[in-house]
Nanobody, 123 residues
Framework: QVQLVESGGGLVQSGGSLRLSCAASGSIVSIGRMEWHRQAPGKQRELVAAITSGGNTNYPDSVKGRFTISRDNAKNTVYLQMNSLKPEDTAVYYC?????????????????WGQGTQVTVSS
């Protein structure tokens, strides 16, 4: 069974930094697209960073220049370095990935979500 586990969230003051990690484990053959999303109370979940298997990245304007996504393919892990944090960055952060895994003896491409990690930025 494949799973994603996030870590690194917490409480930080405005202007501070945090680094989130998301490790994939289980019967993994390969990992394609990896992303970070966030959801604040009362708001829809939104994409904050994406990285392809080849390392191409994409960010919305709201985090561009402050957040950096990276991945370590040998460790099946994606990171999100968040700098110059603002109170409006407060949310639960989720990682998301397309993973080729072995399910019931068969190779399948499925989308997986982590359980989320809370990031709180105080003003």
């Amino acid at each position: 069974q494949v799973q994603l586990v996030e870590s690194g969230g917490g409480l930080v003051q405005s202007g501070g930094s945090l680094r989130l990690s998301c490790a994939a484990s289980g019967s993994i053959v390969s990992i394609g697209r990896m992303e970070w999303h966030r959801q604040a109370p009362g708001k829809q979940r939104e994409l904050v960073a994406a990285i392809t298997s080849g390392g191409n990245t994409n960010y919305p304007d709201s985090v561009k220049g402050r957040f950096t996504i990276s991945r370590d393919n040998a460790k099946n892990t994606v990171y999100l370095q968040m700098n110059s944090l603002k109170p409006e960055d407060t949310a639960v952060y989720y990682c998301n990935a397309d993973i080729w895994g072995v399910v019931a003896g068969n190779k399948r491409l499925l989308e997986y979500w982590g359980q989320g990690t809370q990031v709180t930025v105080s003003s």
